[in-house]
Nanobody, 124 residues
Framework: VQLQASGGGLVPAGGSLRLSCAVA????????TAWFRQAPGKEREFVAR????????NYGDSVKGRFTISKDNAKNTVYLQMNSLKLEDTAVYYC??????????????????WGQGTKITVSS
């Protein structure tokens, strides 16, 4: 499985941005794809997760109500719509997928495949 994240950039506070994660090599055994983020000097933080079958979603507390994760099964792509962006959303955002036939939660250690990251800077 290879993941390619895109869509980052500079955005003013209160603005919106949409990230995309292309998941190449996804099989029926790939249960989910998630977004994490890491700000300078901080640990990697769970942002959102979506299940490929059924579409169930989970969000980190800091983004609930502002971010929406979605997927396009035909395109093997996961999206992260980010609204009402805050300065504290500034980070490198990574998409991740688990090893086949595993069912991760919100712990980054449970994800096996990682994209290269896309940087988001929210300006005041």
């Amino acid at each position: 499985v290879q993941l390619q994240a895109s869509g980052g950039g500079l955005v003013p506070a209160g603005g919106s941005l949409r990230l995309s994660c292309a998941v190449a090599g996804r099989t029926v055994g790939t249960s989910a794809t998630a977004w994490f983020r890491q700000a300078p000097g901080k640990e990697r933080e769970f942002v959102a997760r979506i299940l490929w079958t059924g579409g169930r979603t989970n969000y980190g507390d800091s983004v609930k109500g502002r971010f929406t994760i979605s997927k396009d099964n035909a395109k093997n792509t996961v999206y992260l719509q980010m609204n009402s962006l805050k300065l504290e959303d500034t980070a490198v955002y990574y998409c991740a997928a688990p090893a086949r036939f595993t069912y991760p939660t919100t712990d980054a250690k449970e994800y096996h495949y990682w994209g290269q990251g896309t940087k988001i800077t929210v300006s005041s």
